[in-house]
C-alpha cells in the first residue's frame, strides 16, 4: 500500500502563494504520475497538476501559467507551487499517486484565499 501526505495549505490573500507538498511512503511504484486535484464545496473534486516519473507535467487551463507542479523521486514527494491565488482557487488539495493500475489519495489540506 501507498500513503500520501499533504501539508503547506493555509489561508492566504488573493494573489499570495503558497507551496503544498505531499510525500508517499509504502510500497512505492518504480514508475508513477503524481498529481494533484481540488474540491470546494458544493463541486466536483477536478485535476489540477499532474507530473510523470520523467517530469513531464500536464494543468488544467484554470492554473496555468499560476500553478507549478515538481517532485524529487528520491524522496518520493511532490510539490504545488501556487502563485497569483484567487479566491476561486479556495478548496481542499488533494495528492494522488498512480501507479501501473492502482490510484492512492492523500487525507487533502485546506486551501484558503481570501478576497
Known amino acids: 500500500q501507498v500513503q500520501l501526505v499533504e501539508s503547506g495549505g493555509g489561508l492566504v490573500q488573493a494573489g499570495g502563494s503558497l507551496r503544498l507538498s505531499c510525500a508517499a511512503s509504502?510500497?512505492?511504484?518504480?514508475?508513477?504520475?503524481m498529481g494533484w486535484y481540488r474540491q470546494a464545496p458544493g463541486k466536483q473534486r477536478e485535476l489540477v497538476a499532474t507530473?510523470?516519473?520523467?517530469?513531464?507535467?500536464t494543468y488544467a487551463d484554470s492554473v496555468k501559467g499560476r500553478f507549478t507542479i515538481s517532485r524529487e523521486n528520491a524522496k518520493n514527494t511532490v510539490y504545488l507551487q501556487m502563485n497569483s491565488l484567487k479566491p476561486e482557487d479556495t478548496a481542499v488539495y488533494y495528492c494522488?499517486?498512480?501507479?501501473?493500475?492502482?490510484?492512492?489519495w492523500g487525507q487533502g489540506t485546506q486551501v484558503t484565499v481570501s478576497s
Open positions: 494522488s499517486l498512480r501507479g501501473s493500475v492502482t490510484l492512492y
Open positions: 509504502g510500497s512505492i511504484p518504480s514508475f508513477s504520475t
Open positions: 507530473i510523470a516519473t520523467r517530469y513531464t507535467t
